[in-house]
């Protein structure tokens, strides 16, 4: 089976732009889970999507977003970005809560 | 707040000696855990797990130890080789909910 892909694997972009990230997960597993990595900070996460519900959220501002499709894909989208927001940002998916086989990760340079 | 929580950010080791690391968790509902490795511009790779049902996993040179009294579980490799140097994280979950990360251990086998 492919693992999990994401798109792009890095970006870069200024402060107050927007950006939509891209997660298509292992065939067959419905949950996509979103998690950003910074230095120092392990993994933070950010949302749970289950069959195109937002299951479970972290401790994220608004500005943080996502949705997940009916082909289970799932897009994290960030608004109004800030300098704080360059990091390592990670998509896993699993069956259902189980565990979770991550993707390569988007790096994210907001300048 | 941390509820799971690795202390030791890095860990040197000699070829082929016992590597261990520790992982130290809060929430007493949390049922599931698990074990990453991790090298730089990659995601995490999954390594092992353990159900709250056992004190022990064992696959290959890794094994998980858990002791849910004292809230810790241990990761020993062994016989540890240079290609096991990487950034190793362990997560706990709590049925139906999000997974938590530690910080992350550095570990380093010296040849």
């Known amino acids: 089976k492919a693992g999990v892909t994401q798109t792009p694997r890095y970006l870069i972009k200024t402060r107050g732009q927007q950006v939509t990230l891209s997660c298509s997960p292992i065939?067959?597993?419905?949950?996509v889970s979103w998690y950003q990595q910074t230095p120092g900070q392990g993994l933070q996460f950010l949302f749970e999507y289950f069959s195109e519900t937002q299951r479970n959220k972290g401790n994220f501002p608004g500005r943080f977003s996502g949705r997940q499709f009916s082909n289970s894909r799932s897009e994290m989208n960030v608004s109004t970005l800030e300098l704080g927001d360059s990091a390592l940002y990670l998509c896993?998916?699993?069956?259902?809560?189980?565990?979770?086989?991550f993707g390569p990760g988007t790096r994210l340079l907001v300048l | 707040d941390q509820q799971v929580k690795q202390n030791s950010p890095s860990l040197s080791v000699q070829e082929g000696r016992i590597s261990i690391l520790n992982c130290d968790y809060t929430?007493?509902?949390?049922?599931?855990f698990l074990w990453y490795k991790k090298y730089p511009a990659e995601g995490p790779t999954f390594l092992i797990s353990i159900s709250s049902i056992k004190d022990k996993n064992e696959d290959g040179r890794f094994t998980v130890f858990l002791n849910k009294s004292a809230k810790h579980l241990s990761l020993h490799i062994v016989p540890s080789q240079p290609g096991d140097s990487a950034v190793y994280f362990c997560a706990a979950s709590a049925t139906g909910n999000q997974f938590y990360f530690g910080t992350g251990t550095s570990l380093t086998v010296i040849p």
């Open positions: 065939s067959g597993h419905r949950s």
């Open positions: 929430n007493s509902m949390f049922d599931y």
């Open positions: 896993a998916s699993s069956v259902d809560q189980e565990t979770q086989y």
